[in-house]
């Protein structure tokens, strides 16, 4: 559905943007541009500005937030998963979800911040992560539409972060987008059994798709005109394409699944318009996903709360296995002698 070799623009004009006033060296920041310019990596031991390095560690680590709090919604439906087999799946895709948010701290690490830092950050309410992940699963076709919806977003936004400018962030991103692709198909999978099923499973998928299709749409980050980090983003290449121009391509990926699958997608203004080559749709509401962002959505609270518990209850494993780790390096040391 979604593809490895998804084409990304190199648009020139999306890359002018005046450039931010810095008292970096000139010579390195020249070496540095120079760099970019030639779309090439930064890797953790080069030079970069600080501002470079700011931006990917807000970014990096609200990824990895988001990886990890993702975790929660779907996780409440494992004990509850409808067959043996729909339960060995999503253990593995939360599983997975886990393993991608301990790929970006990696990442985020080799830019000098450590995992308690952006840990703190989160757990204290100071960072940010999707705004996705504030609602509720109220039911088992919330899990396919996660799948469906949810990651294939994500995917549409994370294919072009592979050809980020920051080396580890890419390189995690190809491994990230490749899992992400299973989670998808899955979840696209699992509804699609149900849409064969009975009344009330098509009604379940039906409600799902409704209370979720907004909140997806929302995922890609507000309006162009009202991102402050987008210009800078795609200056330095993080960002690749803008946050309205990933939502579109979403949304003209999505429509004909939503045919195939046989449920409506809960907007009446979404039609194709021949001269755009798009699909028109109608209002996000943007006050809702700010309210949800800084904190006041549905589960935002409990979200936080089960995540801080489970690092609490965690802490145990953690220095055990410090103490295990120091044990070591002293029978190493004791041997050595
Ligand atoms: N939720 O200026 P922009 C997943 C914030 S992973 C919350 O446009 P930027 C896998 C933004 O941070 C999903 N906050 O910012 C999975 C900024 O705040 P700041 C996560 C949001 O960075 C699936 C402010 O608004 N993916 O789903 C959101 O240029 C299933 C202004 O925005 C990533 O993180 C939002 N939706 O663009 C797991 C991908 N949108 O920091 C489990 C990497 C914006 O200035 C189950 N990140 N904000 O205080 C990105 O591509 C970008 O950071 C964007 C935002 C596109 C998210």
Known sequence: MYTQSFNV????????????AHTEPPEQMARFD??????????????????????????????????????????????RAPSLKRKAILIAKVQDEGGHGLYLYSAAETLGTSRDQMLDALHTGKAKYSSIFNYPTLNWAD??????????????????????SYGPYSR????????????????????????????????????????????????????DADSPNSAQG??????????????????????PQAKVLGVTLPDPDLKWNEERGHHDYGQIDW?????????????????????????????????????????QQQRQLKEAA
């Not at 501002?51 to 004990?79: C, D, F």
């Not at 795609?234 to 429509?255: E, P």
């Open 9 to 20: 623009p190199d648009e020139s004009g999306q890359r002018t943007v005046k450039p931010i």
């Open 34 to 79: 120079a760099r970019i310019d030639a779309d090439g990596r930064i890797e953790p031991q080069d030079w970069m500005p600080e501002a470079y390095r700011k931006t990917l560690v807000r970014q990096i680590s609200q990824h990895a937030h988001s990886e990890i709090v993702g975790m929660l919604p779907e996780g409440n439906w494992i004990s």
């Open 143 to 164: 899990v396919g539409v996660i799948g469906w919806l949810v990651d294939g977003a994500a995917i549409m936004n994370q294919i072009p972060l592979c050809r980020c």
């Open 172 to 223: 995690a991103m190809v491994r990230v987008c490749k899992e992400e692709s299973f989670h998808q198909r899955q979840g696209y999978e699992a509804l699609l059994v149900m849409m064969k099923g009975n009344q009330a499973q098509k009604d379940m998928v039906q409600d799902a798709v409704n209370r979720y299709w907004w909140k997806c749409l929302a995922m890609f980050g507000p309006p």
């Open 234 to 255: 795609m200056r330095w290449g993080i960002k690749r394409i803008s946050n309205d121009d990933l939502r579109q391509k979403f949304i003209d990926a999505t429509v």
């Open 287 to 327: 006050d809702e996903f700010w309210a949800t962002v800084n904190g006041n959505g549905p589960c935002n609270k409990e979200r936080l709360a089960t995540r801080v518990k489970a690092h609490n209850d965690g802490a145990w494993v953690r220095d055990a296995a410090l103490a295990h780790a120091r044990k």
